[in-house]
């Protein structure tokens, strides 16, 4: 706790995160996540949501860095985008906006939004 008060990170925050470096296994740059969560929702159920949105496969591969999976679901991602908004994805192509250089903000900010 004390390397996090250290920074300038919010004791709710700093305990969120601390109680997820004891379970989790990728806790580190997590504060803005936790933060969000934290914004529409108690310390417990911020650690319960922070644990479960890190458990899911999609955002596993994304903290984990795993890249053949983050591929995986960029061009599943992709196909998506093409077949259902595909004057969008045309747009973005013809501008050179590849969904690599959103996708993980857009991904987190959604789930953090849904609460």
């Known amino acids: ?3 996090y008060r250290a920074r ?3 004791d709710t925050v700093a305990w969120s995160l601390t109680a997820g470096a004891c379970v989790l296994v990728q806790v580190q740059g997590m504060s803005y996540i936790g933060a969000g969560l934290l914004l529409y929702m108690e310390q417990t159920e911020t650690f319960i949501a922070l644990g479960n949105l ?3 496969p999609f955002f596993s591969a994304l903290y984990t860095m795993n890249l053949e999976r983050i591929w995986e679901y960029i061009k599943i991602y992709e196909r998506l ?3 259902l908004v595909y004057d969008v994805f045309q747009h973005f192509a013809k501008i050179g906006l590849s969904s690599e250089h959103y996708i993980v903000d857009w991904c987190v ?3 953090i939004s849904c609460y």
Do not use: I, K
């Open 1 to 3: 706790m004390y390397a």
């Open 8 to 10: 300038g990170v919010d």
């Open 54 to 56: 890190l458990a899911t």
């Open 81 to 83: 985008f093409e077949y």
């Open 109 to 111: 900010y959604t789930y």
